[in-house]
């Protein structure tokens, strides 16, 4: 079967005052429909961005340098405005990260959504109707009718990020992208938030791409993980393969850190700090606060390794010395 779609050494360059920066670097994957892949990094790793280059929709300052997007098998770069409006409208959706951002606080939720439903399809304001009851049921708000009556600041965050997966899913899309659509919820709030996008992917076979900084999130909701570092994928392949063996010893760091991660909402526990953008170093970019890193880690850009190609998904790390850190992994701090 064909790739729902394929990214290929993908390169993303803001310009900014300082110049060019590459804020993500030889980023590639492929995802098949109804395949769901968390993607988690620290705050700056590129999540965001990556997002927007999946739906074209990068800021104005933001453009795709090198490599190429593929939704079946077609360049995004080649389809016309006309297309590229309806891949948008029809095909791909996107939950932002920020939902006041994304609503529009002076209108009613109900007006909302039918409005995107007229936008994306051509229903009668009748049919858009019904089909906005039909979303909210299937985002599980139970009093619909009161929902969406109210303004987008009357709804806790937990409604809000329902009303804008319902916005979402109204263009009945293939890939639903999520950009940390549980961050700011309360514990339960998150698990019934989760309990959505999975039974999503069941029921429609929607395949999904969910950004987080929480990794139990991914494991609890991915069939396919990716890390991401300073704009690079660290290490990517089945969630079984990145969180019980993991190779990179970025990715390592990180599960030895869980419990702190959670209390603290943040992934900054591996000692040390992400190089600005324009500083990234010609090497490994994790050299800096590598526990296994040596000078040939600093001499020339790492490529990805196949860890395993034979597995339930490919299994790849950017890391010369995996097989060390594998032998010899990083381990939770005992206290
Ligand atoms: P967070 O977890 O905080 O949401 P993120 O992983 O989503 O972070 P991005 O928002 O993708 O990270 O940002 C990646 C890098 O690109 C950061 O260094 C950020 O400052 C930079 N960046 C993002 N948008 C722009 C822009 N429009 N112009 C210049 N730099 C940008
Ligand atoms: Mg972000």
Same mark, same amino acid.
Request: glycine share 6%.
């Given at each position: 079967e064909e790739s729902l779609i394929e990214v290929e050494s993908l390169t993303v360059t803001y310009d900014t005052p300082d110049g060019d920066v590459h804020a993500l670097r030889d980023i590639s994957l492929s995802l098949d429909r109804g395949e769901t892949l968390g993607i988690a990094g620290e705050s700056g790793s590129g999540k965001s961005t990556l997002a927007l280059a999946l739906l074209d929709y990068l800021d104005e300052n933001g453009r795709i340098t090198s490599g190429s997007i593929r939704y079946d098998g077609r360049r995004i770069h080649d389809l016309s405005a006309d297309e590229l409006r309806a891949l948008r409208g029809n095909r791909l959706a996107h939950v932002p990260q920020d939902p006041n951002t994304a609503l529009n606080p002076a209108l009613r939720v109900g007006e909302q959504i039918?409005?995107?439903?007229?936008?994306? &399809? #051509?229903? &009668?304001?009748?049919?858009?109707?019904?089909?906005?009851?039909?979303?909210?049921?299937?985002?599980?708000?139970?009093?619909?009718?009161?929902?969406?009556?109210?303004?987008?600041?009357?709804?806790?965050g937990g409604m809000q990020q329902r009303v804008l997966i319902a916005m979402a899913l109204s263009c009945d899309p293939d890939l639903l992208i999520l950009d940390e659509p549980t961050t700011g919820l309360d514990v339960t709030t998150q698990a019934t938030v989760l309990d959505l996008v999975r039974d999503l992917n069941e029921s429609f076979n929607t395949t999904i791409v969910l950004i987080t900084h929480d990794l139990s999130v991914i494991a609890n909701t991915c069939e396919r993980a990716m890390i991401l570092y300073a704009g690079e994928v660290m290490e990517t392949g089945s969630v079984s393969q990145v969180f019980n063996s993991p190779t990179h010893p970025y990715?390592?760091?990180?599960?030895?850190?869980?419990?702190?991660?959670? #209390?603290?909402? &943040?992934?900054?526990?591996?000692?040390?700090?992400?190089p600005a953008l324009a500083e990234i170093p010609e090497g490994c970019v994790f050299a800096d606060r590598c526990a296994f890193s040596t000078a040939d880690c600093r001499t020339a850009p790492i490529d990805m390794t196949a860890v395993d190609a034979d597995g339930e998904a490919p299994h790849r790390t950017r890391c010369?010395?995996?097989? #060390?850190?594998?032998? #010899?992994?990083?381990?939770?701090? &005992?206290v």
């Amino acid at each position: 079967e064909e790739s729902l779609i394929e990214v290929e050494s993908l390169t993303v360059t803001y310009d900014t005052p300082d110049g060019d920066v590459h804020a993500l670097r030889d980023i590639s994957l492929s995802l098949d429909r109804g395949e769901t892949l968390g993607i988690a990094g620290e705050s700056g790793s590129g999540k965001s961005t990556l997002a927007l280059a999946l739906l074209d929709y990068l800021d104005e300052n933001g453009r795709i340098t090198s490599g190429s997007i593929r939704y079946d098998g077609r360049r995004i770069h080649d389809l016309s405005a006309d297309e590229l409006r309806a891949l948008r409208g029809n095909r791909l959706a996107h939950v932002p990260q920020d939902p006041n951002t994304a609503l529009n606080p002076a209108l009613r939720v109900g007006e909302q959504i039918t409005e995107t439903i007229r936008e994306h &399809t #051509d229903k &009668t304001t009748r049919a858009a109707q019904e089909r906005l009851y039909e979303l909210l049921e299937t985002v599980q708000i139970g009093d619909a009718a009161y929902t969406a009556d109210q303004y987008p600041h009357e709804l806790s965050g937990g409604m809000q990020q329902r009303v804008l997966i319902a916005m979402a899913l109204s263009c009945d899309p293939d890939l639903l992208i999520l950009d940390e659509p549980t961050t700011g919820l309360d514990v339960t709030t998150q698990a019934t938030v989760l309990d959505l996008v999975r039974d999503l992917n069941e029921s429609f076979n929607t395949t999904i791409v969910l950004i987080t900084h929480d990794l139990s999130v991914i494991a609890n909701t991915c069939e396919r993980a990716m890390i991401l570092y300073a704009g690079e994928v660290m290490e990517t392949g089945s969630v079984s393969q990145v969180f019980n063996s993991p190779t990179h010893p970025y990715t390592q760091g990180l599960l030895a850190a869980v419990p702190r991660i959670r #209390d603290e909402r &943040t992934m900054n526990s591996v000692p040390g700090r992400t190089p600005a953008l324009a500083e990234i170093p010609e090497g490994c970019v994790f050299a800096d606060r590598c526990a296994f890193s040596t000078a040939d880690c600093r001499t020339a850009p790492i490529d990805m390794t196949a860890v395993d190609a034979d597995g339930e998904a490919p299994h790849r790390t950017r890391c010369c010395h995996w097989e #060390d850190a594998v032998s #010899d992994p990083i381990e939770p701090e &005992t206290v």
